[in-house]
């Protein structure tokens, strides 16, 4: 079971930030989740929200604002002090840094409210400028996003289709996945069931759970032999499983 720190160690650390990309891999995580949108000039940039408000102390949407403008912004707001400013990163930035680091990164495409054009192509090529075709997969809520991504990448790179909890792909995620070419399905922890992990198995379809933070959970999903688990405190899975070998 792989360990994935959601938007970095955002349970510790400023979410989405290089700080808490660099704190996950500190703590031996095996792969990062993160969000990409574009800036009004094209930029691709790592932030969850399509605005700035509730992370950073800016305001506005990303679409809206230039790259030169989103950098103006202190991203670890809500630590209140606690870190010293930091800045929303380019997706570029991660990637360069993300290559020379022994981890993969699951990058969630952010076009299920705002559609940025070319984000799939763009996306892409920057991965393949730093050398990462082979340490990435893809995940979107929007499963069109996702259909352009397995038009793009080689078919080695998987994608990941993200759910919500009132998504009608519940009953048969195996089969949908398997149809639609997506190699893996992300569902939240709340929304998984034995039937679904069933379906998934029988279709060959991987699973990465989403937001996976208490004990209970974790041990649930290592008996369902799930491939992975998203998290906000990466540290708590890796030593359990390491006390595990």
């Known amino acids: ?20 990309f660099r704190k996950a891999v500190e703590v031996g995580t095996h792969g990062i989740e993160l969000d990409v949108h574009a800036t009004k000039d094209g930029v ?69 409210n705002t559609y940025y054009p070319r984000i799939e192509e763009k996306t892409w090529e920057t991965v393949v400028k730093y050398g990462l075709e082979k340490k990435v997969l893809f995940s979107s809520f929007n499963h069109f996003s996702l259909t352009r991504m397995r038009r793009i990448v080689p078919e080695y790179v998987e994608l990941g289709a993200l759910v919500e909890h009132e998504s009608g792909v519940k009953v048969y995620p195996g089969a949908y996945c398997e149809a639609a070419g997506f190699q893996c399905y992300h569902p939240p922890i709340t929304a998984l069931s034995d039937e679904n992990v069933r379906d998934c198995k029988t279709h060959g379809v991987k699973i990465n759970v989403w937001t996976v933070n208490d004990m209970a959970g974790l041990e649930k999903l290592y008996s369902w032999d799930v491939e992975g688990i998203i998290t906000n405190y990466p540290s708590v899975p890796m030593a359990w499983l390491a006390a595990r070998k």
């Open 1 to 20: 079971m792989k360990v994935m720190a959601h938007r970095g160690y955002s349970g510790a650390y400023p979410e989405n930030t290089m700080l808490a």
């Open 44 to 112: 691709l940039v790592v932030h969850h929200d399509e605005r700035l408000d509730r992370t950073t102390d800016g305001t506005g949407r990303i679409c809206d604002l230039s790259f030169e403008e989103l950098r103006r912004f202190n991203a670890a707001k809500l630590w209140a002090g606690r870190y010293a400013p930091e800045k929303v990163p380019a997706f570029e930035e991660y990637c360069e840094w993300a290559a020379g680091e022994d981890i993969f990164t699951n990058i969630e495409i952010k076009t299920d």
